[in-house]
């Protein structure tokens, strides 16, 4: 599948859009179905996320002040069973930033930037 998984509270699902719209290659499926309400098969949207986030080249989780993830951290455990780099931003205080394949960054904008710089060809040994 490749591309950047994004990981967050559904809220933010709208900025997501916007981002894939822009060209980030975003491939999280539930940021089309974010706002409440719209999810109308709860078992197919959690064996998506599942999917999606263990295929995809990239995960970004975001935790911004006052939210508390809870399906991110699924889909983060999901990406990295599965050998995926993930990047956190504002997930410091969870002990998950010691594995291996987490990289904790500054900002939203340091974690899309690697996410990106992690999907760029890599030159031939």
């Given at each position: 599948?490749?591309?950047?998984?994004?990981?967050?509270?559904?809220?933010?699902?709208?900025?997501?859009?916007?981002?894939?719209?822009?060209?980030?290659?975003?491939?999280?499926?539930?940021?089309?179905?974010?706002?409440?309400?719209?999810?109308?098969?709860?078992?197919?949207?959690?064996?998506?996320?599942?999917?999606?986030?263990s295929q995809a080249q990239a995960l970004v989780v975001?935790?911004?002040?006052?939210?508390?993830?809870?399906?991110?951290?699924?889909?983060?455990?999901?990406?990295?069973?599965?050998?995926?780099?993930?990047?956190?931003?504002?997930?410091?205080?969870?002990?998950?930033?010691?594995?291996?394949?987490?990289?904790?960054?500054?900002?939203?904008?340091?974690?899309?930037?690697?996410?990106?710089?992690?999907?760029?060809?890599?030159?031939?040994?």
């Open positions: 599948m490749g591309g950047i998984y994004i990981a967050s509270k559904a809220i933010h699902g709208p900025e997501w859009r916007a981002l894939r719209a822009a060209g980030i290659p975003i491939t999280s499926s539930w940021i089309d179905e974010s706002e409440p309400g719209a999810t109308q098969d709860w078992p197919d949207l959690w064996a998506r996320c599942i999917q999606e986030a975001i935790a911004r002040p006052g939210d508390v993830l809870k399906g991110a951290w699924v889909e983060v455990g999901a990406a990295l069973a599965a050998g995926v780099a993930v990047f956190g931003a504002g997930t410091d205080a969870h002990s998950v930033r010691h594995h291996p394949l987490f990289t904790l960054c500054a900002d939203e904008a340091a974690a899309f930037a690697q996410a990106m710089r992690h999907l760029s060809p890599h030159p031939p040994p």
